[in-house]
Nanobody, 113 residues
Framework: QVHLVESGGGLVQPGGSLRVSCAAS????????MAWYRQAPGKQREAVAT???????NYADSVKGRFTISRDNAKNTIYLQMNNLKPEDTAVYYC???????WGKGTLVTVSS
């Protein structure tokens, strides 16, 4: 079992940037893929971005060109850099180890003026 802890959420104005992090309690190097999901109020959880063990990435259409996922195996951490944030990006952001189905508890990102 690997525990995941997200951090870095907060309040940001539209057009602003934020980076959220997900620290794992153990090594992430062997995991096939890790991902960021989000859940907005009243909506279903959705996948935002995925990064594989060899660094391949995939993004939801709604965030392409604005969000960047990365991983640092030495720090057992993945990141989500979010630029040009929009009010519709407001959600709780969760990280997940794909296939193993390990989830963090999430960090709230609020985009509002």
């Amino acid at each position: 079992q690997v525990h995941l802890v997200e951090s870095g959420g907060g309040l940001v104005q539209p057009g602003g940037s934020l980076r959220v992090s997900c620290a794992a309690s153990g090594s992430i190097a062997s995991f096939f893929a890790m991902a960021w999901y989000r859940q907005a109020p009243g909506k279903q959880r959705e996948a935002v971005a995925t990064i594989t063990r060899d660094g391949r990435t995939n993004y939801a259409d709604s965030v392409k060109g604005r969000f960047t996922i990365s991983r640092d195996n030495a720090k057992n951490t993945i990141y989500l850099q979010m630029n040009n944030l929009k009010p519709e990006d407001t959600a709780v952001y969760y990280c997940k180890v794909e296939v193993m189905n390990y989830w963090g508890k999430g960090t709230l990102v609020t985009v509002s003026s």
